[in-house]
């Protein structure tokens, strides 16, 4: 009685959950749903936006540097002592002072400094680029991980609620049977026990729906109690497979983190020139015009407005630049070396990375071909000795041990398909394609 208490409870906590509002997506929508509100894109968007700038601002080093001013105020009395302080006098001064100027300085060279700052402005925004679409690339990765998890689960909830039904008929079939004296209460017992745990292992299941619902739903924005329903077609979606050396060239022409290391690379050189140019002049063009009262050069001071003008072609050198930058340059080849090793090391970790993918996703091929027999296998055995055991020629155990392998192999064969999907992901992720 209180296992089908219990049964009862289960079945009512699936209605429940079935009730629950449900949101069909498919891969394309998964995708672009996720990109458009995880938080991480956004973060990795606003990064770019900012180096944009930076990019906006380093351009403008170009340009002439161009200042204002204008002064008004008031002049003090001033007053004029002899060499001994005995006498003095107040000359004329106008109370008023007034200056109004206008300044440009264009630099004409600087030793390639503000060219290659320039450029490392613009890689900075390329590396900006290339980290959001690798976090574009990595939140797909993990939501087909999710979504093909959800495919899995609901899955083995079909297995079980078949299973279930399978059970109950037993039982009912077995139930008969002790009525008609053939078998003993151990085998009801051992039948009810199966259709309970069945409840509970299709609960679990419905409560891990739930969850990775939510995961999902928390990434594309939706309400956190919708639960998911993955497209059943996907699975069955054909997928063409490249040689593994093809992955790999593509990887070391697309792979975001191998670009990003040549970018690197680049800096390192540009920053190396730009320590150079601290070793050059730097050449540069002024022009100024002012306007300015009173005129104080003359004597007396006349109360006038004076327009002065100049364009002067200037070159500054520092000649301690041969003492402090020694080390800099040194440090700039350094920085050199260690761009292009983590380069190499990169280009390592991918071939590594596609290799393993590789492999997995043809041992996942391989389990599908495999377990495809196996379970028509699984299922020919199971109804064999399901009626073995009615025919009196098997134990119940014998029954329960068959459909416990016929349960594993449908579940084993559908993480294959799940895993064969995600290794395909896996691969494009590695060779820069998702």
Known sequence: MKSKFLIFLLSINCILLHAQNTYNLSVDEL????????????????????LEDKEALAKNLQLPEINASAMDGFVGQPTIFDKNFTLFAHPYMPDLTQSYAIEATQPIYAGGKIKYTVKNASIAKEIAGLNLEKDKADIKLVLIKNYLTLYSLYKQKEIFNQNIEVAKKRLHDIEQLKKEGIITNNDVLRSQIVVTQYH?????????????SQQIDIVLGLDENTIIVPDTEFLDKVFLLKSENEYITEAFE????????????????NNEKITKAKYL?????HAG??????????SPVLDM????????????????????????MSEDKYNI?????????????????????????Q???????????TVVQAKDNYRITNNKYFNQMAILTDVLDAENVQLNTELQLTNAKTQMIYTYYVLLNASGNL
Not at 200 to 212: G, H, M, P, V, Y
């Open 31 to 50: 995708f672009g749903k996720g990109i458009e509100n995880s938080t991480k894109i956004k973060a990795s968007q606003l990064k770019y936006n900012i």
């Open 200 to 212: 509970l292992s299709l609960q679990e299941t419905n409560n891990d729906i739930a969850i990775i």
């Open 254 to 269: 697309n792979f975001p983190e191998i670009k990003i290391a040549q970018y690197n690379i680049e800096t390192a050189k």
């Open 281 to 285: 002049p730097n050449v540069f063009l």
């Open 289 to 298: 015009n002012t306007l300015s009262r009173p005129i104080t050069v003359s």
């Open 305 to 328: 407005y004076m327009n002065s003008w100049s364009i002067v072609l200037g070159i500054k050198y520092n000649i301690s630049s041969w003492f402090d930058h020694k080390h800099e």
């Open 337 to 361: 070396d260690l761009q292009e090793n983590i380069k190499t090391q990169n280009k390592e970790n991918v071939r590594t990375s596609i290799k393993s993918a590789y492999i997995k996703h």
């Open 363 to 373: 041992e996942a091929l391989d389990r599908i071909n495999a377990l495809g027999q």
